[in-house]
């Protein structure tokens, strides 16, 4: 365990200009993130897991080895940290918050850091990695200062009212793991992480294998920023075995990947009586309606198509526009799409960066070939780009998608997107609710009360009315989550903390004892409490 001060204190040399590894990264710096993955104290003779290597995006080179867990590692962190959430659960909230809100100013501070980092484990453009700065920085800000309000003690009426006081009062859980994807290995790695040690918890995060850097680095930022070392524990490797074990070992899971993945867990969890939230998938529509404005819808889906080269659970696959602007629509669409510079560059100058693994490009690469081959067409993109990068893949839009191509219902979680027109709002929303997914979507009017009261028949966790999907996600004080196969619970908001908590009702009876009094026959008893029933509910309490 690494308990150093200045794990993140990089020297400011200027991040790479091109090519994978920032050159401020050195050896020992790695060695010292990795410190932070937990090894049993009491491994001895057991022989280590292999580590793992990931492969940067942008030119498929080795990132570096980090050391990987196995499932009695996991179990020791997970015990390292319930000893230690025992003397956190009795920190005031308020230094729980002020070491939330060091870590906060921390990370705009040394921001140019975790974006190297997340660049080069991930691929993505320097702008779609300072968006997990933002949102990280806001879900920090919104809880620090919102915990006490939404964890605060509930009076309620008790069940003789002015006899039986009754409270509900928020427990932490206890340890909460944590097991986020690759995809937003900052926001999804520690953003859920925030509200759960605010809410009196212990973690163990399970990293996931392409990006553990980026959350070591984190683990390390927090750590700098107050948090007790015990507290937090990270756990890397492969997911199925160490994943497992962390749903094994935790008192609650928050998950966020893919729907296949997080029916296992659910189920996994459920055999333990385990409680967990899920953030899976999506395939999410945009429905651009006849009265839009077409240039800022236009505009709008490539921001919510293309964001983190498609490669985010909320980003928009599906187009559904009124046939009346179909063309005036596709038009602005595609100048849009094509003005779009790739770019592999440690700079804000690329609006689109790579794929994140081999894997990856080859689900875009065959439902793209799969749609074509069944008769849609490709209206721009619609090809690899190996010039720029070994995993960069042009933005596309088809056109003629229909149900039997895996591009249709399928997530593709890539920079795809399909056009479909429609003639009514109803055959748009029927369009929109296609297929099991349900986590966001969007519509495009300028009548935004007809736009709201459409939102209520989509069945997704989140509708963005004139925006393609931020206007929701960053909104940190209202819920994010899916209906459906998208998933299960919500992040942000009220329930992205209280899912990290029990509730403990505390009830005080005063004065008399509920039941019949000293010397009082029970039938005398139930008489006059029949009649104080029935006088309640006259006087009509609650
Ligand atoms: P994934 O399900 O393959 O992996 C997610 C995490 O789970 C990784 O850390 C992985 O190592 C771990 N894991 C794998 N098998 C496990 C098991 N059996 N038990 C426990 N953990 C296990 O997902 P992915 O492909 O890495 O991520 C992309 C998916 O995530 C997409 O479907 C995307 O839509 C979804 N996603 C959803 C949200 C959301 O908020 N709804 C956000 C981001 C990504």
Same mark, same amino acid.
């Given at each position: 365990?690494?308990?150093?001060?200045?794990?993140? /204190?990089?020297?400011?040399?200027?991040?790479?200009?091109?090519?994978?590894?920032?050159?401020?990264?050195?050896?020992?710096?790695?060695?010292?993130?990795?410190?932070?993955?937990?090894?049993?104290?009491?491994?001895?003779?057991?022989?280590?897991?292999?580590?793992?290597?990931?492969?940067?995006?942008?030119?498929?080179?080795?990132?570096?080895?980090?050391?990987?867990?196995?499932?009695?590692?996991?179990?020791?962190?997970?015990?390292?940290?319930?000893?230690?959430?025992?003397?956190?659960?009795?920190?005031?909230?308020?230094?729980?918050?002020?070491? +939330?809100?060091?870590?906060?100013?921390?990370?705009?501070?040394?921001?140019?850091?975790?974006?190297?980092?997340?660049?080069?484990?991930?691929?993505?453009?320097?702008?779609?990695?300072?968006?997990?700065?933002?949102?990280?920085?806001?879900?920090?800000?919104?809880?620090?200062?919102?915990?006490?309000?939404?964890?605060?003690?509930?009076?309620?009426?008790?069940?003789?009212? !002015?006899?039986?006081?009754?409270?509900?009062?928020?427990?932490?859980?206890?340890?909460?793991?944590?097991?986020?994807?690759?995809?937003?290995?900052?926001?999804?790695?520690?953003?859920?992480?925030?509200?759960?040690?605010?809410?009196?918890?212990?973690?163990?995060?399970?990293?996931?294998?392409?990006?553990?850097?980026?959350? &070591?680095?984190?683990?390390?930022?927090?750590?700098?920023?107050?948090?007790?070392?015990? &507290?937090?524990?990270?756990?890397?490797?492969?997911?199925? +075995?160490?994943?497992?074990?962390?749903?094994?070992?935790?008192?609650?899971?928050?998950?966020?990947?893919?729907?296949?993945?997080?029916?296992?867990?659910?189920?996994?969890?459920? !055999?333990? &009586?385990?409680?967990?939230?899920? /953030?899976?998938?999506?395939?999410?529509?945009?429905?651009?309606?006849?009265?839009?404005?077409?240039?800022?819808?236009? $505009?709008?889906?490539?921001?919510?198509?293309?964001?983190?080269?498609?490669?985010?659970?909320?980003?928009?696959?599906?187009?559904?526009?009124?046939?009346?602007?179909?063309?005036?629509?596709?038009? /602005?669409?595609?100048?849009?799409?094509?003005?779009?510079?790739?770019?592999?560059?440690?700079?804000?100058?690329?609006?689109?960066?790579?794929? +994140?693994?081999?894997?990856?490009?080859?689900?875009?690469?065959?439902?793209?070939?799969?749609?074509?081959?069944?008769?849609?067409?490709?209206?721009?993109?619609?090809?690899?780009?190996?010039?720029?990068?070994?995993?960069?893949?042009?933005?596309? +839009?088809?056109?003629?998608?229909?149900?039997?191509?895996?591009?249709? !219902?399928?997530?593709?979680? #890539?920079?795809?997107?399909?056009?479909?027109?429609?003639?009514?709002?109803?055959?748009?929303?029927?369009?929109?609710?296609?297929?099991?997914?349900?986590?966001?979507?969007?519509?495009?009017?300028?009548?935004?009360?007809?736009? $709201?009261?459409?939102? #209520?028949?989509?069945?997704?966790?989140?509708?963005?009315?004139?925006?393609?999907?931020?206007?929701?996600?960053?909104?940190? /004080?209202?819920?994010?989550?899916?209906?459906?196969?998208?998933?299960?619970?919500?992040?942000?908001?009220?329930? !992205?903390?209280?899912?990290?908590?029990?509730?403990?009702?505390? $009830?005080?009876?005063?004065?008399?004892?509920?039941?019949?009094?000293?010397?009082?026959?029970?039938?005398?008893?139930?008489?006059?409490?029949?009649?104080?029933?029935?006088?309640?509910?006259?006087?009509?309490?609650?």
């Amino acid at each position: 365990m690494n308990t150093e001060q200045d794990q993140t /204190e990089a020297p400011a040399a200027p991040s790479a200009a091109s090519g994978a590894r920032p050159s401020w990264v050195t050896d020992e710096l790695i060695g010292r993130w990795c410190a932070w993955v937990h090894h049993d104290e009491a491994r001895q003779g057991r022989g280590a897991a292999d580590p793992v290597t990931a492969l940067a995006p942008y030119d498929l080179s080795p990132i570096a080895p980090v050391p990987a867990c196995d499932p009695a590692d996991v179990d020791s962190a997970a015990g390292v940290a319930r000893a230690a959430q025992h003397e956190w659960s009795r920190t005031p909230l308020a230094r729980r918050a002020e070491i +939330v809100l060091a870590f906060h100013d921390l990370l705009l501070e040394r921001q140019d850091q975790v974006l190297d980092l997340i660049q080069w484990e991930t691929g993505k453009a320097r702008y779609h990695a300072w968006q997990e700065v933002a949102q990280v920085a806001a879900v920090a800000r919104h809880y620090a200062r919102r915990a006490r309000r939404y964890l605060g003690t509930r009076r309620v009426r008790g069940m003789i009212p !002015g006899l039986t006081k009754v409270e509900e009062v928020r427990r932490p859980k206890g340890v909460v793991g944590v097991i986020s994807p690759w995809n937003y290995p900052l926001y999804l790695g520690v953003g859920d992480v925030l509200p759960a040690l605010l809410a009196g918890n212990a973690v163990v995060s399970k990293a996931d294998p392409q990006a553990a850097l980026t959350m &070591l680095w984190t683990r390390a930022l927090l750590h700098e920023a107050g948090l007790p070392v015990d &507290l937090w524990q990270v756990v890397a490797g492969d997911g199925a +075995v160490v994943g497992s074990a962390v749903v094994d070992a935790v008192d609650f899971v928050c998950f966020t990947g893919s729907t296949a993945t997080g029916r296992v867990v659910a189920e996994r969890a459920a !055999g333990r &009586l385990t409680g967990s939230s899920l /953030e899976l998938g999506g395939k999410n529509p945009l429905i651009v309606r006849a009265d839009a404005d077409i240039a800022a819808a236009a $505009a709008g889906t490539v921001v919510a198509a293309f964001a983190n080269t498609g490669q985010m659970c909320i980003h928009i696959e599906r187009v559904h526009v009124h046939e009346k602007v179909y063309e005036a629509f596709r038009e /602005e669409l595609l100048r849009a799409t094509q003005a779009l510079v790739l770019g592999r560059t440690f700079d804000y100058s690329a609006d689109v960066g790579s794929l +994140v693994s081999p894997a990856q490009l080859e689900t875009v690469r065959a439902h793209v070939d799969d749609a074509v081959s069944k008769g849609a067409t490709v209206l721009t993109g619609g090809r690899a780009r190996p010039d720029i990068g070994p995993l960069f893949y042009d933005p596309t +839009v088809l056109e003629g998608v229909t149900p039997d191509m895996d591009v249709c !219902g399928k997530e593709t979680f #890539g920079p795809v997107v399909s056009l479909y027109s429609f003639a009514t709002d109803d055959e748009a929303l029927r369009m929109a609710n296609q297929g099991s997914y349900g986590l966001s979507a969007s519509i495009w009017s300028r009548d935004t009360r007809e736009a $709201a009261r459409m939102a #209520g028949l989509i069945r997704a966790g989140s509708v963005n009315v004139n925006d393609g999907a931020a206007a929701a996600a960053g909104s940190v /004080e209202a819920g994010m989550g899916g209906m459906g196969d998208s998933g299960l619970g919500r992040r942000h908001g009220a329930e !992205g903390i209280r899912k990290y908590t029990e509730s403990q009702t505390v $009830a005080v009876q005063r004065l008399m004892p509920l039941g019949p009094a000293p010397k009082q026959s029970v039938q005398d008893f139930v008489r006059r409490t029949n009649g104080q029933m029935a006088l309640m509910r006259r006087l009509r309490v609650r």
